[in-house]
């Protein structure tokens, strides 16, 4: 059974940013693509990020430019570096893991979830 615990959330100022971390355990790590999340009150969760066993990403327009993922194998950690933050980039953030090489930027393609990490940005 796969497990993903996320850290590094935060509150910063419009403008800042963070960097959020996801350590994986329990699973075979670079045989998994691996994707992130968010989630804002009121609102659905939606696709941010993903990133295939090959390295290549796929991001959201809304954060094209401003986020970066990447992962370290050998420490089994995926991690999204967000810059330039916005308010409307508040929610929760989820890490997910997908059994496959490769996956789309939508739910459907995870099987694995972490409990989150909520970020809030402020005007």
């Known amino acids: 059974q796969v497990q993903l615990v996320e850290s590094g959330g935060g509150s910063v100022q419009s403008g800042g940013s963070l960097r959020l971390s996801c350590a994986s355990s329990?699973?075979?790590?670079?045989?998994?693509?691996m994707g992130w999340f968010r989630q804002a009150p009121g609102k659905e969760r939606e696709g941010v990020s993903a990133?295939?066993?090959?390295?290549?990403?796929r991001y959201a327009d809304s954060v094209k430019g401003r986020f970066t993922i990447s992962q370290d194998n050998a420490k089994n950690t995926l991690y999204l570096q967000m810059n330039s933050l916005k308010p409307e980039d508040t929610a929760m953030y989820y890490c997910?893991?997908?059994?496959?090489?490769?996956?789309?930027?939508?739910?459907?393609?995870?099987?694995?979830w972490g409990q989150g990490t909520q970020v809030t940005v402020s005007s």
């Open positions: 997910a893991a997908g059994v496959s090489s490769w996956c789309f930027l939508a739910q459907p393609s995870f099987n694995y």
């Open positions: 329990g699973g075979t790590y670079s045989t998994y693509c």
């Open positions: 990133i295939d066993t090959d390295g290549s990403t």
